[in-house]
Each structure stands twice: as C-alpha cells, then as structure tokens.
C-alpha cells in the first residue's frame, strides 16, 4: 500500500512565525503535491513537484514555498505565517499518469 | 482551464436507499475524473477513476460513477447506502499534458448524512 504520511495532524502557531509542514511517501512517487482545504472551497493546488529540486506554482501560491530535496520528502514554508493561512493542509504523492494518494491531513491554527 | 461543479453541498439520505452525487465538469478535452471520499478529520480515499474506456466504472465499498460526454457529468451512485457511507464526497477532474493527470481540479464537495 502507499503510505503518505505528514509530520503533524495538529499544529498552531502565531502570527509571523515561520512554519514547515514536512510530507513523506514511500513509492518512489515523482509528483508530489500540496493543497490547502477550506469549508466550501474544496481543495486548492498551492504547489507541486515533478521531480527532486523541481517545482510549480499551482493556483494559490501567494504567501507559501516549497522544498523538494529528496524525492520522497516535500516540504512546504509558510514565510510569515498569517490567520488567513489556518486551514486543513494536504499532501498528495503520484507516479506519472496514475491515482493521486494522499497523506491524512494536517491541521493548522494560526494565533 | 478545468472546473468542477459539485451541486449538492449537503445531502441527507436514510440508511438502505439509493444515492446519487452529482458532478459537472468543463474541460476542453477527454478528461481525467475522479471520486475522492473523506471521512472526518481524514485525508482522502480514492472511490473511482475514469481514464477511458468503459463509461460506467466500478469503485470501492459499492460505489459506482457514470461518464457522460454529452452532459458533462460523472455523478456518483450507491444502490444502498450505509451508514458508513456518512462523509464528504469530491469529484476531481484532471487535466492531460506533459504531466499527464496529475495536476487535477476539485469541486468544492458533498456532504452526506445518513439517518437511521
């Protein structure tokens, strides 16, 4: 089975600190994805990787950035972190023309 | 660009009917769709996929889904739920290019509820 897993279910943090989410997959996956879960938006694209060191913009990157250093760990920054970024955080793995799986969540609270 | 339209924000259903969850897509193309469920406080779970090929696809736990060109849809069907079933449902549509489906678009979901 694949296994995405990220660092935390639960975090909160305060205003303008600097805040990692650390996502891990086990399949040797090339893409890896993260996106951001609101009530009533669904799921929203913020970045994504085809392959180590590389990265896209997906549809709302503004205020976050990613690292891809290995091909099983992707990580996204929140710079400065801000009330408008506390959400549901996703990340998702896939190899090339296959299913998307995805990691159980992490929930952020910005103070 | 693709979108999803996911109707039904909530839907309430009781236990041992049938369920139908609409899904409208737009996509230029043959699209790459997919059912995703998400039980509280969960990330998501596949249900099904449709590449090509067949237009009724079988998924997981009973879950059924039809593609229909001509109307943009692929609604997801159960002929008897159960109350297992209680979650959020999104359809997701993919977009093909050089990296294939990977980058997919989600509607904003359906929320079932099952009464006894």
């Known amino acids: 089975d694949v296994k995405v897993t990220q660092s935390s279910r639960y975090l909160v943090k305060r205003t303008g600190e600097k805040v990692f989410l650390e996502c891990v997959q086990d399949?040797?996956?090339?893409?890896m994805f993260w996106y951001r879960q609101d009530p009533g938006l669904g799921l929203r694209l913020i970045y994504f990787?085809?392959?180590?060191?590389?990265?896209e913009k997906g549809d709302i990157p503004e205020g976050y950035s990613v690292s891809r250093e290995k091909k099983e760990r992707f990580s996204l920054i929140l710079e400065s972190a801000s009330t408008n970024q506390t959400s549901m955080y996703l990340c998702?793995?896939?190899?090339?023309?296959?299913?998307?799986?995805f990691g159980p969540g992490t929930r952020l609270l910005v103070l | 660009a693709q979108s999803v339209t996911q109707p039904d924000i909530h839907i309430t259903v009781s236990e041992g009917a049938s369920l139908e969850l609409r899904c409208n897509y737009s996509?230029?193309?043959?699209?790459?769709l997919f059912w995703y469920v998400q039980s509280p406080g969960q990330g998501l779970q596949l249900l099904l996929k449709?590449?090509?090929?067949?237009?009724l696809v079988q998924g997981i736990k009973g879950f059924e889904a039809e593609f229909k060109r001509s109307q943009s849809s692929f609604n997801l069907r159960k002929p008897s739920v159960h109350w297992s079933d209680a979650a959020e449902y999104f359809c997701?549509?993919?977009?093909?290019?050089?990296?294939?489906?990977?980058?997919?678009?989600f509607g904003t979901g359906t929320r079932l509820t099952i009464i006894p």
């Open positions: 996509y230029g193309a043959t699209p790459y």
């Open positions: 998702a793995s896939t190899a090339r023309e296959e299913t998307q799986y």
């Open positions: 449709y590449f090509s090929g067949d237009t």
């Open positions: 997701a549509v993919g977009a093909r290019g050089y990296f294939g489906n990977e980058k997919l678009t």
């Open positions: 399949m040797d996956h090339e893409n």
């Open positions: 990787s085809y392959d180590v060191k590389m990265k």
